[in-house]
């Protein structure tokens, strides 16, 4: 069966490597209420390495000593992804990095005004020098250097460049450009990293924030204007409302452009069940991707449709994801939904019986607020059909 994808990027924009750093771990985490013990993130990890995220952010080693040891735990796993330390930009935090065992450090500094007056003294220029000196003491330390660009998308963005080449010019391979609190749409996401980009030829991250639910636009958004790389969390677990979600960006990718980012999709939906778990937060049942209900259908011109040929209303195949569209029953089924059911149970039943059924399970749904179970579909046609064999008699 072929399912439909509408290409927009051009081969030449897709054939280089986008890759996601999944920061379930770091800002994940730092939602409202999540702790996970040393042990939920050493799983983490393994799913998101069996799903084959060749990049995580796995933690705050200034936070202390607990920090520390899970992310040690996690380095010392050996498994085959590059686990990177979250710092502010200091030289302590790096020496905490240190202890951990990573090999790459995101040494992070405020970007906008607004922060740099509230968060740093000295202004713009201390901020630059900050910058030159803490990145330069990483690499000094041997550490591959990612320079997180905090509130960038509410920074100057003459600033933005200096600091970029500031960034650069200490040794950093990486720039991050945050959209830390959501204040960027697509267009806006493409154009700044656009701009962006012309000036240096660093690595660039984009990592979106959710406030308005465009996390994931906007992060496909700046890839397609040249970000190599993107920030995401499993099924977007993050500060406030969230982060682009890995499964989201990765199947996006796949989908709408044929990109493979090397994520295994049809492991997507056991590494949002470890995280879940561990956060002790419910996937909500439409979630995108990974929703328990996101390939089941009830309505019954939808149900017609797929008896018929499923390209009418299914474009993204759930066997890519390892999943399979299910039909239920409810309020909304039609005819075709029931006779295809009934049919499948290998019970005969009339047209007439047939329409008698489908309203029979039409009140049920309503009374009992739910898709209506194949049992009492099973039972409603026994009802139905012995009267019509009594009225026959
Ligand atoms: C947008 C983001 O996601 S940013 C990442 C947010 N992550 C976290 O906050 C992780 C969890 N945080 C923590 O455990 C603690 O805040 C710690 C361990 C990092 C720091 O704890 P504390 O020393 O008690 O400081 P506190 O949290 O009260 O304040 C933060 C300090 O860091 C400073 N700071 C904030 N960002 C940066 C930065 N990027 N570079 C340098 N300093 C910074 C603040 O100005 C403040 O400094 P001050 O204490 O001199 O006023
Ligand atoms: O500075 C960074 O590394 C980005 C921090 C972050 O999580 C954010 O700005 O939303």
């Known amino acids: 069966m072929a399912f439909a994808g509408v290409t927009t990027l051009s081969d030449k924009v897709l054939s280089r490597p986008i890759v996601l750093n999944d920061t379930t771990l770091r800002d994940g985490e730092q939602a409202p209420g999540v702790a996970f013990t040393t042990g939920e993130k050493v799983s983490i990890a393994r799913a998101l390495a069996r799903a084959g995220v060749v990049e995580i952010e796995a933690g705050t080693p200034a936070m202390g000593y607990e920090e520390v040891t899970a992310i040690r735990a996690i380095v010392e796993a050996g498994l085959p992804v590059t686990a990177i330390a979250w710092c502010r930009m200091r030289p302590a935090d790096v020496d905490a990095a240190i202890a951990a065992g990573v090999s790459m450090v995101n040494v992070s500094i405020p970007s906008s005004d607004v922060q740099i007056a509230a968060k740093l003294s000295g202004g713009r220029a201390a901020a630059l020098e900050q910058v030159r000196r803490v990145v330069g003491y990483a690499r000094d330390k041997g550490l591959d250097v990612a320079v997180g660009g905090e ?191 009934l049919s499948e149970l290998q019970l005969a039943v009339s047209a007439e019986e047939a329409r008698t059924i489908l309203a029979r399970v039409r009140k049920h749904a309503v009374e009992h607020k739910g898709a209506v179970a194949r049992e009492t579909v099973t039972a409603i046609w026994r009802e139905v059909h012995e009267r019509s064999l009594l009225n026959c008699a």
């Open 151 to 341: 509130d960038s998308s509410r920074a100057d963005v003459d600033f933005l460049v200096e600091l970029i080449a500031t960034a650069k010019a200490a040794g950093a391979r990486r720039f991050r450009i945050a959209d830390t609190l959501s204040v960027l749409d697509p267009d806006a996401s493409f154009a700044l990293m656009k701009a962006l980009r012309a000036t240096t030829d660093l690595e660039l991250e984009f990592h979106g924030h959710d406030d308005l639910g465009l996390a994931t636009a906007n992060t496909l958004a700046a890839i397609k204007a040249g970000a190599t790389h993107a920030s995401v969390t499993v099924i977007g677990l993050g500060e406030r409302a969230g982060n682009a979600p890995l499964e989201e960006v990765a199947v996006a990718l796949k989908q709408l452009y044929g990109h493979d980012t090397g994520v295994v999709l049809s492991e997507l939906e056991h590494v949002a069940a470890v995280v879940a778990a561990a956060a002790a937060r419910a996937i909500p049942l439409n979630k995108a991707i990974v929703g328990e209900h996101v390939f089941t259908h009830e309505s019954g011109i939808h149900v017609d449709g797929l008896l018929k040929d499923q390209r009418t209303y299914q474009a993204l195949d759930p066997g890519l994801l390892g999943r399979a569209n299910r039909i239920v029953i409810g309020k909304h089924s039609g005819l075709a939904a029931i006779t295809s059911l």
